[in-house]
């Protein structure tokens, strides 16, 4: 029989007191895609980079087996790892923004690679270079080569970040949440070309909290979680007839259309709906500009009463400036806000405080959301105070903000920093919640959460909505959690609305080009 | 995430003992430093004198006691004039119209130009040598310094989207200012102050160096350590303990300063 | 870029004519007759006749609004006027004591950068005790005043060892010991500040994926954390100068070299107005055009902010 | 050389008071070889000017002699002897001087030293445009001068003066050459020409003043040991303030002699084999505090009695000098010609004297802090020091004020700016102030307590005392009128220790330290400073 590319036999990784990895065993055969799927802090990262040695300072690593094509890695000295590094193994970071060096030429880097385990020099290694590029698919790759990171596009770095680690082609390429921070159609593109690196004698480990990404791409999937693997499998039995709750638990999170209306969590159902009430905001054709970029131009939707319109689109599509817009906090060059008929222009400094009891917000970064010196009862009893709560009846208040939200009284002493991200999100939505608005604007308020927790907190949107008749304006990049979310959607492209309606509509049959081209994009959960 | 480490215990407690020194000193030493004993000059340490005497016979460990007062007052005096003013400005530039900012920040601009020595140098001319006037004159050295660090301060904390949430929350704009910018802009530029303290106290020996700090025969350690430099030869310990002095309370106040400042990143866990 | 230059030189002859005002009214106004600079002090015993003529001579009845003027059109047209002290033109007096200052703050400024890259390079990201002892040694020499680390190494290396000499601006072995004790508290300093970025450098994903290619650790270290390191040192422009001019001061004295800075006290001592106003004027010069020097530096070492200008 | 030579040698340096023939001799013997430089450590008072009359700095002459002769020679026993002038006489009213001068005495320019040129010189010092801050007040009474003919030039004077010659001994009067005095004054001060043995180089500011051999030189001083060129091939005057660094700049051979010897090092070198010592007692008032005898306190001549009592000067000067300066005895220095030595240890340290002649002067009341008042007032005085005031004064003035608050004077020290420094003293607002006067001739205490050099918004004086005291202006004046001034200036002496306006504490020595290689450096009597005309170097 052949000998697996990599063996891992109980492996055991710790930093200091704590165990991280806590003895995960498996194997990755030529030619094949290992996926392993965790939620932050499972401990995928770290297996993944133990592999190339690179597990950081004081990390105690111990495994009964850890090789890599027959060799023991855990005899390696610095200078045999540094063989292994980018000539025999591959590594592909996530996030190619902060995993290339931003102050030198991509091309720079994947020279680098060259120059450290090939004979090449020269006008040889240029080329060496640009071909490379190229055969990932960036266009025209000799220009390209002399930009700086920053000069490219998201896909576009995350391509030469792959370039360079196939340089010097590498056996083994590992790739560690490869398309996070993507948008979804570089995303697919991305996808597609790590699954041709796979060939006879290439094999791929991919990190990723996304099961759908995975789906796409990987044979077999291990599932981890805290630091051991508690279901490993081929892919399609693993998505298809998962054996560990915990998988089950992660499937059942994945908002996509099918999820719609449903459960995400593991949480008690809600009260029934509400039907749509009346108009609570209405924007007219409103556009702005930043110093003559176009930003958002034209845009157009009204909100009811307990009703949730989601607003997607891919970065730089003006979802934001749209928000921003729509809560006053930036007046638009053209067109108009209503909140309850009143428009924003109108209004005097006073006047339009009162209003913004009733447009609240909740945003993406839910730590920078947050003064750091608040506790949470101060963050509660501000808005309590604006929302002219008497001080007496402030904290009683607030503790049923927080009930509303799923937190317990003993959270109001916290600080945001002694929060988890979902609970800050929480927070966040007991925030808005305190002046009891009329409407939210939610601005990517799950994306920067663990599948498991945006389940929760897309849930918690739910609920609060079905108690208050909240309205809610949900932007997001994610097309699985606006199909989930939403009633109505707005696609959005350059600052420019492509196509308006129910988000069914719009999904299963999109009229526009690029929604189609969007929703086709999106990762389905069906092994390919 | 890490711990407070002994070192930063050591420096708390350094700063300690040199606290009690300054509101107490009788408690550290019996002697009078002013006690001049013209039998008794540049005597090495002795039992009666543990750090030796100096050139007027007088008690050189009586004198750093006695001296830390003056000491520390340049540091933290002339800090605390730097931050009074330098703070009120850059807070006016930060939340003032273009104009205002403009003219403080030029004004910054000039004052930034002139090296923080040659200032007070200057500020000295005019108001003359001793205590109050080297503190004044390091003070108001540092006052473009930290206008213009509260000023960035102040810019970056109104852009903050927690800032944002609070207008958008309906609160307003003063008391998003009193609550949340202010606090906010303020604090890290107080720990900062902690270490600049200590900047301020070397700056302090230097114009002390250039005969133009605290007037004798009053105790300071500046002063003492340039009237040793003439008896090195014959005294080391007439310089070295004044000097001892001065590096380990700047060494204390940085270590303590640093400390707070990682905390107040939250890069440590108490 | 061009625009970028012309706006800031623009604003350094601002900050130029205000630091001119703000000396002149400051020394002007303090109490005190200048003509006493001129022949005064202890052994002097000027005639009436004489303070009469350096009065007159001098322009010093003139009210001052005239001499303020007067100053400013003088040093328009490059004239500093003529140092009451000394009786010799001020562009003269500086003159003669400009290089031995600019030999002295550039030995200190390059021994200083040298000493703070080749520590931190050496120790950042290591063992413990390693940082703690690079800690150590910066913070121990960063917090000990000049003069008292110039009269150490005096004593050590001129008195005791014999091996360098102890004063004058002659020859580089002149040079060492000034040098090294302005240059030390500023290896201080930056020493820790370019540790902490390297530190904080190191933990990049870019480094990771840098390593992950199989560079050996100096050449990650040197090719690729180094120059972010380097950033927040530049940014540091004003505290070298500040530091290097205000050191200047109390090294030049110690040592009993050369330098403006020794001129400066001498001259702020006696009320020479021309000469302290030709020093402050020459320093903000030197301020303006080092931070204008560190801000295109800055646009070489971050290519991203060519674009932002 | 041997300990006994060598102490041999500092008595007849001390006590033949830095005579110009004496010091560094060589007792090896061996005939002097010309060749080599000279380096000499100075302190740090560098003169801002080189113009020997435009400069009143302490190191003035030390920089202008070796360039500029003198009129005439001042021997330490106090006669004056020829030099650039051949002869000269005195008209019996005192008012005229006839100089009869040297013949062929060129200039570093080739100008001819005449008639003419003195009478340029005098005339140079007296400008006030030459912003002499000393010469012209020493000349005040120069009235004009005629060429008799080439070489004799009669100088008259608006009143008697007998200090005239002493005072035109000294460096500050040095002759400088015709031809830049008429083309180009405005140089003197960067490049000064004159007819000394050596010739000016350079004057790198901060730093050192270099000069070299004048060829030419064949008129050296009477007091000389030889005539013809000077040995050295070249002279650097190095300035180096910090007292530690000059010391240790010798003792490790950087240079060949240092002057102001820091009192701290002076066992040192008396210690080391490798080295001299020279010391010579400069002429004139004696470092002393002086007090303000124009308003309270020290108005009351008991209470300056008492503080003069006060003080143990003896153990304070052992201190700050490491038993290396002579207590003063009295307002001139022991080697000031017309030292009364009869009243030597008429200064005498008693406290309890000093606490009753308190009590006598009314001071009777005490506060909390054991100082005496006075109908309610304190008994204070103000003492305002400027910032660079002297190390070794700063210790003499804290261990007065230490004595002062035994007998509960309160003396306060201030560091006002420079600036009101000056105005302060101009305007007499103070209650002490420090200080010496080193000048050649007792006419010094002319200078220093005649109620004419007060000084008022017309005339800048020395009298920082302020004192005014009939009887004494009497003596002063007729003293220098020329009329037997040995009684005169010995009666003003004993006058003096009544009216007791001034704490005299030492009397400043000039102590010279040198490689042993230096030989025959010597000292101008006039104004103590080390002469190089004389000075060879053993190789």
Not at chain 1, 137 to 146: F, I, M, S
Not at chain 1, 271 to 280: M, Y
Not at chain 3, 85 to 107: F, Y
Not at chain 3, 160 to 178: D, I, K
Request: hydrophobic share 45%; charged share 20%.
């Amino acid at each position: 029989m052949v000998k697996p590319m990599v063996t891992v036999e109980n492996l055991r990784v710790a930093f200091g007191a704590a165990e991280v990895v806590r003895g995960i065993s498996f194997e990755i055969a030529r030619g094949e895609c290992l996926a392993l799927v965790g939620e932050s802090g499972s401990g995928k990262s770290v297996t993944a980079r133990t592999l190339v040695g690179l597990t950081g300072g004081g990390a105690r690593i111990a495994a009964g087996e850890l090789a890599f094509d027959g060799q023991d890695l855990t005899a390696l000295r610095e200078r045999g790892w540094r063989k292994v590094r980018g000539g025999r193994i591959g590594f592909v970071l996530q996030d190619a923004l902060v995993s290339l060096d931003p102050l030198r030429p991509v091309g720079k880097e994947i020279a680098e690679v060259l120059a450290t385990h090939t004979g090449l020099t020269g006008a040889a290694r240029r080329a060496r270079v640009a071909e490379l590029l190229a055969s990932v698919g960036v266009p025209e790759p000799e220009l390209r080569a002399g930009q700086l990171p920053h000069e490219l596009s998201g896909g576009l770095r995350q391509r030469a970040l792959i370039a360079a680690a196939i340089a010097a082609d590498p056996e083994l390429v590992i790739a560690d949440e490869p398309t996070t921070a993507l948008d979804v159609t570089v995303q697919a593109q991305v996808l597609d070309l790590l699954a041709e690196l796979k060939s006879r004698d290439r094999s791929l480990l991919v990190i990723s909290h996304d099961l759908a990404v995975v789906a796409r791409l990987a044979d077999r999937v291990a599932v981890m979680k805290d630091g051991v693997i508690v279901e490993q499998g081929p892919t399609g039995r693993v998505l298809g007839a998962p054996e560990h709750d915990y998988t089950k638990q992660l499937l059942r999170a994945i908002p996509a259309e099918h999820t719609k209306g449903t459960r995400l969590s593991a949480t008690a159902p809600a009260p029934p709906r509400r039907p749509p009430g009346e108009v609570v905001v209405r924007a007219q054709g409103i556009g702005k500009s930043f110093g003559g970029r176009i930003a958002v131009q034209d845009v157009s939707f009204t909100l009811r009463a307990a009703e949730t319109v989601g607003i997607v689109g891919e970065s730089g599509s003006g979802k934001t400036t749209t928000a921003r817009i729509a809560l006053g906090l930036s007046a638009p060059d053209t067109g108009s806000v209503e909140v309850h008929g009143q428009s924003w222009a109108g209004l005097d400094r006073a006047a339009r405080r009162r209003l913004r009891r009733d447009i609240q917000t909740v945003y993406q970064d839910t730590l920078a959301a947050f003064d750091p010196r608040y506790t949470v009862a101060k963050v509660l009893a501000e808005a309590l105070s604006v929302a002219g709560v008497p001080r007496r009846s402030r904290r009683e208040r607030s503790v049923e903000l927080l009930e509303l939200v799923g937190l317990s009284p003993e959270h109001l002493s916290r600080r945001p920093l002694q929060l988890s991200g979902g609970q800050r999100q929480r927070v966040a939505i007991a925030r808005a919640l305190a002046p009891e608005p009329a409407v939210i604007v939610c601005d990517e308020p799950v994306s920067a959460l663990d599948v498991s927790v945006q389940a929760q907190v897309l849930d918690l949107l739910e609920d609060v909505q079905r108690e208050t008749g909240v309205a809610y304006l949900f932007i997001s990049h994610d097309l699985g959690v606006v199909h989930h979310a939403c009633d109505r959607v707005l696609v959005m492209k350059d600052g420019r609305v492509v196509e308006e309606g129910p988000v069914e509509e719009v999904f299963r049959t999109p009229a526009h080009p690029y929604t189609r081209e969007l929703v086709a994009a999106i990762p389905r959960l069906t092994a390919v | 995430m890490k711990r407070p480490g002994p070192g930063l215990w050591l420096a708390v407690a350094v700063l300690a003992v040199l606290v009690l020194a300054a509101v107490a000193p009788h408690l550290l030493s019996a002697q009078d430093p002013l006690a001049v004993d013209s039998a008794q000059t540049l005597r090495p340490p002795s039992a009666a004198h543990p750090l030796g005497t100096d050139e007027n016979g007088r008690d050189v460990l009586a004198r750093i006691v006695y001296g830390t007062r003056t000491s520390l007052l340049l540091g933290f005096g002339a800090i605390a004039i730097a931050l009074v003013f330098g703070g009120l400005l850059g807070l006016a530039a930060g939340l003032g119209n273009r104009v205002v900012e403009n003219v403080i920040m030029r004004l910054s601009d000039i004052g930034l130009a002139f090296p923080e020595l040659l200032l007070a140098l200057v500020v000295i001319t005019v108001a003359g040598g001793g205590t109050a006037n080297a503190v004044l004159a390091i003070g108001v050295a540092n006052i473009p310094g930290y206008a213009r660090l509260v000023r960035a301060q102040t810019l970056a904390v109104r852009r903050s989207s927690y800032v944002e949430a609070a207008h958008a929350l309906g609160l307003p704009g003063r008391r998003v200012i009193l609550r949340h910018v202010l606090p906010n802009a303020v604090k890290p530029v107080l720990v900062l102050a902690t270490i600049g303290v200590g900047t301020a106290l070397v700056a302090g020996s230097a114009l002390s160096f250039l005969g133009l700090g605290t007037p004798p025969p009053e105790p300071e350690w500046g002063s003492m350590l340039s009237t040793a430099r003439n008896f090195i030869s014959r005294a080391w310990w007439y310089g070295v303990f004044p000097g001892a002095a001065i590096t380990l309370t700047v060494i204390s106040v940085t270590v303590v300063g640093r400390a707070l400042r990682l905390r107040s990143e939250g890069r440590t866990s108490w | 870029m061009i625009r970028f230059i012309a706006w800031r030189l623009l604003a350094g002859a601002g900050v130029l004519w205000g630091a001119a005002t703000l000396t002149f009214l400051v020394l002007h106004f303090t109490p005190g007759d200048p003509a006493e600079a001129v022949v005064g002090g202890e052994g002097a015993a000027p005639t009436p006749e004489v303070l009469a003529q350096i009065t007159a001579e001098y322009g010093l009845d003139r009210p001052w609004y005239e001499q303020y003027a007067g100053h400013l059109w003088r040093i328009v047209r490059g004239d500093f006027g003529t140092s009451y002290r000394l009786h010799t033109p001020v562009t003269q007096a500086i003159g003669e004591q400009a290089w031995a200052t600019m030999e002295l703050a550039l030995a200190a400024a390059v021994t200083g950068l040298v000493l703070a890259v080749a520590v931190a390079l050496a120790t950042a990201g290591r063992r413990r005790w390693i940082r703690g002892l690079a800690a150590g040694a910066e913070l121990l020499v960063a917090s000990t005043p000049a003069f008292w680390l110039g009269i150490v190494l005096l004593t050590v290396f001129s008195f005791g060892l014999r091996l360098l000499p102890a004063t004058g601006s002659h020859g580089l072995a002149s040079l060492v010991l000034p040098a090294l004790a302005l240059a030390l508290p500023i290896a201080g300093v930056l020493g820790h500040v370019l540790r902490e970025a390297l530190e904080e450098v190191l933990d990049e994903p870019f480094i990771v994926s840098a390593r992950s290619r199989g560079l050996a650790d100096t050449t990650v270290r040197v090719r690729h954390a180094l120059r972010h390191a380097l950033l927040p040192l530049v940014t540091m422009s004003g505290y070298w100068v500040g530091a290097l001019l205000g050191g200047a001061v109390i090294t030049e004295t110690l040592f009993t070299r050369q330098g403006i800075g020794r001129l400066l006290v001498a001259a702020v001592n006696a009320k020479d107005l021309p000469v302290v106003l030709g020093v402050v004027l020459l320093s903000a010069l030197v301020y303006v055009l080092v931070n204008l020097v560190v801000d295109l530096l800055y646009r070489v070492v971050d290519p991203r902010l060519k674009e932002a200008a | 050389m041997t300990k006994k030579t060598l102490a041999l040698l500092l008595t007849a340096a001390t006590l033949l008071a830095g005579c110009g023939s004496t010091g560094a001799s060589s007792p090896g013997g061996g005939a002097p070889k010309a060749g080599g430089t000279l380096v000499l450590g100075e302190n740090g008072q560098e003169p801002p000017c080189l113009d020997p009359h435009g400069n009143a700095s302490s190191d003035g002459p030390v920089a202008t002699v070796p360039v500029a002769d003198s009129l005439v020679w001042f021997d330490a026993d106090g006669t004056i002897e020829p030099w650039l002038a051949d002869s000269w006489n005195v008209s019996d009213d005192g008012l005229t001087y006839t100089f009869k001068l040297r013949h062929g005495v060129k200039f570093h320019d080739g100008a001819v030293w005449n008639a003419e040129a003195l009478k340029l010189n005098f005339e140079h010092m007296k400008d006030p445009a030459t912003k002499s801050p000393l010469a012209a007040a020493y000349i005040a009474p120069y009235e004009d001068s005629k060429v008799v003919d080439e070489y004799t030039l009669e100088v008259r004077l608006s009143s008697p003066y007998k200090p005239f010659l002493d005072i035109l001994s000294q460096g500050y009067l040095g002759m400088i050459s015709p031809k830049q005095i008429k083309e180009a004054p405005q140089t003197i001060c960067e490049h000064p020409i004159g007819s000394g043995p050596f010739i000016f180089d350079k004057w790198t500011k901060g730093q050192s003043i270099t000069y070299h051999r004048n060829p030419d030189y064949n008129w050296g001083p009477k007091g000389a040991k030889h005539t013809g060129p000077a040995y050295l091939d070249k002279l650097e005057i190095r300035f180096l303030a910090e007292d530690a660094t000059r010391y240790n700049a010798l003792a490790s051979g950087e240079v060949d002699a240092i002057d102001f010897t820091p009192p701290q090092n002076v066992e040192d070198v008396k210690a080391n084999p490798e080295l001299g010592f020279l010391s010579a007692i400069r002429p004139g008032h004696p470092m002393s505090f002086w007090l303000n005898t124009s308003r309270p306190p020290f108005d009351d001549v008991k209470v300056r009695q008492a503080l003069l009592a006060a003080v143990d000067r003896e153990s304070i000067i052992k201190g700050v000098s490491f038993g290396q300066y002579d207590v003063a005895q009295g307002f001139v220095t022991s080697s000031t010609p017309g030292y009364a030595a009869a009243l030597e240890g008429s200064i005498a340290y008693d406290p309890a004297k000093a606490g009753g002649l308190l009590d006598e002067a009314g001071w009777t009341g005490r506060d909390k802090d054991g100082i005496r008042t006075k109908d309610g007032k304190r008994l204070v005085a103000y003492f305002p020091i400027a910032a660079n005031f002297p190390a070794q004064r700063m210790q003499i003035a804290v261990q007065t004020q230490a004595a002062a608050r035994k007998i509960g004077l309160d003396i306060q020290l201030q560091t006002p700016p420079e600036q009101e420094l000056t105005d302060r003293s101009n305007k007499g607002d103070y209650d002490m102030s420090s200080g010496l006067w080193a000048t050649n001739t007792a006419d010094v205490l002319w200078i220093q307590y005649s109620s004419e050099n007060i000084t008022t918004d017309k005339r800048r004086g020395q009298n920082v005392a302020r004192l005014r005291d009939a009887q004494l202006d009497d003596l002063l004046e007729r003293a220098r009128q020329g009329e037997n001034p040995a009684k005169l200036y010995n009666q003003a002496q004993a006058r003096l220790l009544e009216l007791a306006p001034a704490i005299p504490f030492y009397d400043d020595p000039r102590p010279v330290a040198y490689q042993k290689k230096v030989r025959d450096l010597t000292f101008t009597p006039a104004y103590p400073s080390p002469y190089f005309y004389d000075t060879w170097l053993e190789q």
